[in-house]
Every structure is written in structure tokens, then in C-alpha cells.
């Protein structure tokens, strides 16, 4: 026999909904990297990326928000992340060179250095001092990498960021 329902007509919350609730977060998370991680080996095996160069990227995408552009610097893909770290879309930010970030706050000194280096094809590492879509001030610590293809050109810039706090 049924017990009788609640005069209150509000269900019970059991252990199963919570779950549920859990579940879905982290297969929509495993989602989003698998789309990630798809987008970044269509990138590598279009631009020719030795497999060191992919296997690095990939292994980085859980720690760093990843972006990569191409040898103009005009952004090409966004990883997770990005969106909740700058309040713009991979969509608004695509084609667009990374210094849209950049501001009044900048400090133009470190951009000068950045540029300097990976006009020498060095590897980058800098803390920078970016704006959000809405405005606000935020501290990015940022590793940015010439990727070369298998015949050593130029092919793409990639770039591991962090939000660091002030």
C-alpha cells in the first residue's frame, strides 16, 4: 500500500536527484574537453604540429585555458575556460588578434618584450594585465609558444593562461 501524499504536494528530494545533478555537470564538463581536445588535433593535423607539439596542448588543456592562433596571431580556437576567465565567446573571439584583451592598465613594456621574443621564435612567459568583456581589470599569467610544423615554419602561436590573483 501507498503512504498517502502530502497535503504540502511537495515531493521528497532523494539521493538519485543529486546525483543526477552531479552526473549531468560532469558529463557536459567531459563533453566540452572532448570538443576541445578535437578542435586543437583538427588544428595540428591542418598546420602539420609534430606530435610532441599536440600531446603538449592536450595535456595542458586541464590545467591552463589554452588559446591558439596562427602565425598573424589572429585567434583560431578558445579552450574551456575562456569564457568565464575573459566574458567573451570563443565566437566573439575568433579572428581577433589577443591584444583586444589589453587596456589603459597594460603594461606596455611586457607587451613590447612578448612581441620581441616571439618575433625571435622564442617562447614566452609573462603576467599581463588583460580586461574583461565588462571591463574589469584581471591578471593573466601567460606562456605563449611558436608551434612549427614538420618542416619548421611558423604555423601557429599557442598560449597557456591562467587568472592569477593581484
Known amino acids: 500500500m501507498l503512504p498517502e501524499p502530502s497535503k504540502n504536494r511537495r515531493a521528497p528530494l532523494l539521493c538519485w536527484d543529486l546525483f543526477a545533478v552531479q552526473?549531468?555537470?560532469?558529463?557536459?564538463?567531459?563533453?566540452?574537453?572532448?570538443?576541445?581536445?578535437?578542435?586543437?588535433?583538427?588544428?595540428?593535423?591542418?598546420?602539420?604540429?609534430?606530435?610532441?607539439?599536440?600531446?603538449?596542448?592536450?595535456?595542458?588543456?586541464?590545467?591552463?585555458?589554452?588559446?591558439?592562433?596562427?602565425?598573424?596571431?589572429?585567434?583560431?580556437?578558445?579552450?574551456?575556460?575562456?569564457?568565464?576567465?575573459?566574458?567573451?565567446?570563443?565566437?566573439?573571439?575568433?579572428?581577433?588578434?589577443?591584444?583586444?584583451?589589453q587596456g589603459a592598465a597594460t603594461n606596455r613594456m611586457n607587451t613590447g618584450l612578448v612581441k620581441q621574443q616571439l618575433n625571435q621564435n622564442e617562447p614566452s612567459e609573462i603576467i599581463l594585465e588583460n580586461y574583461r568583456k565588462n571591463g574589469e581589470l584581471y591578471l593573466c599569467k601567460i606562456l605563449i609558444k611558436p608551434v612549427f610544423n614538420m618542416r619548421r615554419q611558423l604555423v601557429n602561436y599557442i598560449a597557456y593562461e591562467q587568472e592569477i590573483a593581484a
Open 23 to 101: 552526473y549531468n555537470s560532469l558529463m557536459q564538463a567531459a563533453n566540452e574537453q572532448q570538443e576541445s581536445v578535437r578542435a586543437v588535433r583538427e588544428l595540428a593535423r591542418n598546420n602539420k604540429w609534430s606530435r610532441e607539439q599536440l600531446q603538449e596542448a592536450i595535456d595542458n588543456m586541464h590545467a591552463y585555458v589554452v588559446v591558439v592562433t596562427d602565425k598573424l596571431q589572429r585567434i583560431a580556437f578558445t579552450g574551456q575556460g575562456f569564457f568565464e576567465m575573459t566574458g567573451y565567446s570563443g565566437e566573439e573571439a575568433k579572428g581577433r588578434n589577443p591584444k583586444f584583451l
